[in-house]
């Protein structure tokens, strides 16, 4: 069955780095764009970052561009987000997304998250 799991989330201190992982399965991961989604309590679910499938574009949320870097390995069925400079308004839960539009039919698959906290 499909798969998203995300990992590397964690309490960090302001200014420090995460990086977080999403492993993926039961799909053709390289058919599909992905994006990493954060949400905060009591705020909406918000896109922090996207890659397309073959890895050769990328887009940021304003919040985070320069800061914050997708990446995926497509041998690996897995994606990447390299969080720098982390801010205490960057604690959320992090969850993967996969997207994939085939003519009018849109596939999606979600994992389950990852909390990141970052407080000193």
């Known amino acids: 069955q499909v798969q998203l799991v995300e990992s590397g989330g964690g309490l960090v201190q302001p200014g420090g780095s995460l990086r977080l992982s999403c492993a993926a399965s039961?799909?053709?991961?390289?058919?599909?764009?992905m994006s990493w989604y954060r949400q905060a309590p009591g705020k909406e679910r918000e896109l922090v970052a996207a890659i397309t499938s073959a890895g050769g574009s990328t887009k940021y949320a304003d919040s985070v561009k320069g800061r914050f870097t997708i990446s995926r390995d497509n041998a690996e069925n897995t994606v990447y987000l390299q969080m720098n400079s982390l801010k205490p308004e960057d604690t959320a839960v992090y969850s993967c997304?996969?997207?994939?539009?085939?003519?009018?039919?849109?596939?999606?698959?979600w994992g389950q998250g990852t909390q990141v906290t970052v407080s000193s």
């Open positions: 997304n996969a997207g994939r539009r085939v003519g009018v039919l849109e596939y999606e698959y």
């Open positions: 039961g799909f053709t991961f390289s058919s599909y764009a």
